[in-house]
């Protein structure tokens, strides 16, 4: 995830969405109310409008994901959530500060707030769940539990938030009795189950239609396979080098799906796609039992990793792979290769390849044809090698990084950088690369983990965006009232 003006300008639009009802509920110019009273409301929409469009940030969008990145869209996620629990939060006990309006059923043009048991009730529960689920998602990866039993727990929850706050916000709502408010929020409810559908009724419906075949499986090094899969009916596999696709092996109902960078690179003919998959759990180790001809799923292609970079002017890029984190740079290495455009081949590429022994290490010279490079490099970096190894050896850190840019001879503040690997990798890499006076902006990373929570220089910028954006979210609460 690179920051982009993009990414900026996606932020403000999605502020925008975020404020729509605000700013319809100004528009119809309803009652004057307690100024309390209309913060808290404003709150309470903001808050609700939050918990839709989070329906629409979960990474299954194709073209949000292939516009934005699956890391920008996935914070964006992630950090919204927890804007909906605080200002949810905030919202009923601002009525209870001195001069509340009176808890009352009534129309929309009365000052009072149209609270009954049953919208309070509703309210209540949706917010413990809302609780809940942000709760049980930041300390997903700390629980011992099943990915999929919490991911089937997730969207159950938010389902079951989306309906309680609804029936919130249409019975407690005093500005949501009016017809337009009414139909907006019967409109956003539609959209975010319209998601749902889309995702665990319509895709697996139409992956079952178009399934994929295996054509060959191998072992490409220790523990990591070389899954080949072509598409039943010869459809050409459509995807740009450095996405990822979403695989399920044996049926395609919801839930048992998971992420893989797509190692080939499409040639706009071929139903073929290539992965080069980890066996680390449940769902990898069933590809070491796969066969030829055996069923498989795809949803594809999401992300964006590394377009900016292989299109940039830039004269020296530099890749940085940690294990199984190879498989995207394999796909984009491979379509700079097929280029007839002299000025990508003469590009100074450093590819720096870090895995823990030397039986992790991929073959790429057999996946990639390195030989229409002019000026690659690949360095091995191993951190736990053994005698026969005499290559560089440690992790990727600042003096590691330091010593090999210096030299390959790259320029480390024009040079762009493209790093994908595990989470705890990219972050000791992108902070190497900060402390190096490398700018965010010349990083472009794809984690293979959806967890925020790393201390490292792109989420404090995350972080520091989150918390304007949630304060002007708040200082709108408080300015856009009914005067
Ligand atoms: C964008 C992206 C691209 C990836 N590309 C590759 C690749 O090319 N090759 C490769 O080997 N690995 C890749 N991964 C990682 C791969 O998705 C996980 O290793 C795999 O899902 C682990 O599943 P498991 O059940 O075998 O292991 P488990 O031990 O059950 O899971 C290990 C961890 O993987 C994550 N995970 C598990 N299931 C899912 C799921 N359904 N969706 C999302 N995350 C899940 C969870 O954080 C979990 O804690 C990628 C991940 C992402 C996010």
Redesign the pocket.
Known sequence: MKPTLLSFTSLFVYLGLILAPIGISIQLGLPHRPWMDQVSSNLGMLAFNIILLEFWSTGRIKIISKLLG?DWVLQVHQLFARTAVLLLVAHPFMYSLPGRPHYSPGPANETYLGLSSNSFISGLVGLIVLGIMVGLAIT??KSQG???TW?AAHAIMAVAVALLGFHHTVHAGRYAQEPIMHLYWQVALGLALLSVAWVYLVKPFTQSMNAYQVVSIKEASHR?WELVIQNSHNKTASYKAGQ?A?LKMGNSAPL??????I?SCSDGQSSQMT???????????QVTELKAGDKIYVDAP??NFGHKVVSSNSDEIVLIAGG??I??IVSLLRKMAQSDQATILQKKIVLIYGNRITEQIVDIAQMVNLSAFKHLELINVITEPDTTWHGLTGVLDKTSLEKILKSSGIQMNAAQYLVCGPAVMIDSVENALADLGVGLGHIDS??????FGQKNARNRLSLANWLMATSALIASAIYWVNR
């Not at 048992?256 to 960078?261: A, K, Q």
């Not at 992965?275 to 180790?285: A, E, N, P, S, Y």
């Not at 794809?446 to 967890?451: A, L, R, S, T, W």
Request: net charge negative.
């Open positions: 699956i997903r990866n099943k990915y999929e991911r990591i990822f979403w048992y799906e998971n992420p893989f960078s190692a992965f080069l998959i980890k066996d680390v759990g449940d769902f990898t180790h999401y992300g199984v984190g498989a995207p794809e984690k293979f983990q959806y967890d």
